[in-house]
T-cell receptor, first 114, second 114 residues
Framework: AQSVTQLDSHVSVSEGTPVLLRCNYSSSYSPSLFWYVQHPNKGLQLLLKYTSAATLVKGINGFEAEFKKSETSFHLTKPSAHMSDAAEYFCVVSDDQAGTALIFGKGTTLSVSS | DADVTQTPRNRITKTGKRIMLECSQTKGHDRMYWYRQDPGLGLRLIYY???????NKGEISDGYSVSRQAQAKFSLSLESAIPNQTALYFC?????????????FGPGTRLTVL
């Protein structure tokens, strides 16, 4: 069975410094992996997705994530945080072979201070 | 106009009442999903439907039922609401392309059961 673990429930950074949100996954098959962002009182927006085409995936708003099969990780990074990046971020795994729906991590809240 | 809409956006009800949450989409996707979000738990799948004649239970279907009235409409019902069903509910749609589902979420319905 597939699962996903977000290693930090809360990350705090200063504006202009790098962002790292960590995610490990477990899947019986080659997974598809996603990062979604949820701003306060808003729905979920897709940041980026990995579908085996390339291990380094670029998303919106300057975010990117690297798929590392040997480490079963899919960490989200951004070189320079902006105040508008403050939100909750979800790492998500999909078991494509089974065709089932998504499995969400419990989320990481990113705080950005000026 | 939003591709995935949910009504109502907010609802307060009493224990024992029957509640229906509605979801409509204009994306033309066959697959639709209902999730609930609780603080610190991420999103958990309640039900999903891969087409009009297909309904499947998710991780936490007890106490809920669904109806897929058309490709574009997927309703979630709480037959007899209880306080621990207080949560934020999301509808999502997806289409399967290149072996991968990418899900798109509605804005959410905040339900409070007193």
């Amino acid at each position: 069975a597939q699962s996903v673990t977000q290693l930090d429930s809360h990350v705090s950074v200063s504006e202009g410094t790098p962002v790292l949100l960590r995610c490990n996954y477990s899947s019986s098959y080659s997974p598809s992996l996603f990062w979604y962002v949820q701003h306060p009182n808003k729905g979920l927006q897709l940041l980026l997705k990995y579908t085996s085409a390339a291990t380094l995936v670029k998303g919106i708003n300057g975010f990117e994530a690297e798929f590392k099969k040997s480490e079963t990780s899919f960490h989200l990074t951004k070189p320079s945080a902006h105040m508008s990046d403050a939100a909750e971020y979800f790492c998500v795994v999909s078991d494509d072979q089974a065709g089932t729906a998504l499995i969400f991590g419990k989320g990481t809240t990113l705080s950005v201070s000026s | 106009d939003a591709d995935v809409t949910q009504t109502p956006r907010n609802r307060i009800t009493k224990t024992g009442k029957r509640i229906m949450l509605e979801c409509s989409q204009t994306k033309g996707h066959d697959r639709m999903y209902w999730y609930r979000q609780d603080p610190g738990l991420g999103l958990r799948l309640i039900y999903y439907s891969f087409d009009v004649k297909d309904i499947n239970k998710g991780e936490i279907s007890d106490g809920y039922s669904v109806s897929r009235q058309a490709q574009a409409k997927f309703s979630l019902s709480l037959e007899s609401a209880i306080p621990n069903q207080t949560a934020l509910y999301f509808c999502a749609t997806s289409e399967r392309t290149g072996g991968t589902d990418t899900q798109y979420f509605g804005p959410g319905t905040r339900l409070t059961v007193l």
